[in-house]
């Protein structure tokens, strides 16, 4: 049973990076697919990106070009790099983790300024 903790949240100004991380324990993390999803207040959760076990990656069409997505398997992390932030990325960001079933973390607050 894998274990996640968010961390790297905060407040930026627009225009700004942050670079979230996914600690993962409990479990070999190289064997699970991890995703960064997002839920800004009164909307429904929403998918992010994706790295799978083997390295792709895929992201949410609202994020291309500006976050990216990598993991650590030596160091059981799983990053989220956002760069040129917009006031419409503000959401608390929460990573999972999935084999057989999806394991989810508590999540990390970012807000973006204008």
């Known amino acids: 049973q894998v274990q996640l903790v968010e961390s790297g949240g905060g407040l930026v100004q627009a225009g700004g990076s942050l670079r979230l991380s996914c600690a993962a324990s409990?479990?070999?993390?190289?064997?699970?697919?991890m995703r960064w999803h997002r839920q800004a207040p009164g909307k429904q959760r929403e998918w992010v990106a994706t790295?799978?076990?083997?390295?792709?990656?895929n992201y949410a069409d609202f994020v291309k070009g500006r976050f990216t997505i990598s993991a650590d398997n030596a160091k059981n992390t799983v990053y989220l790099q956002m760069n040129s932030l917009k006031p419409e990325d503000t959401a608390v960001y929460y990573c999972?983790?999935?084999?057989?079933?999806?394991?989810w973390g508590l999540g990390t607050q970012v807000t973006v300024s204008s």
């Open positions: 790295i799978s076990p083997s390295g792709s990656t």
């Open positions: 409990g479990s070999i993390f190289s064997i699970y697919t």
């Open positions: 999972s983790a999935q084999r057989f079933k999806v394991t």
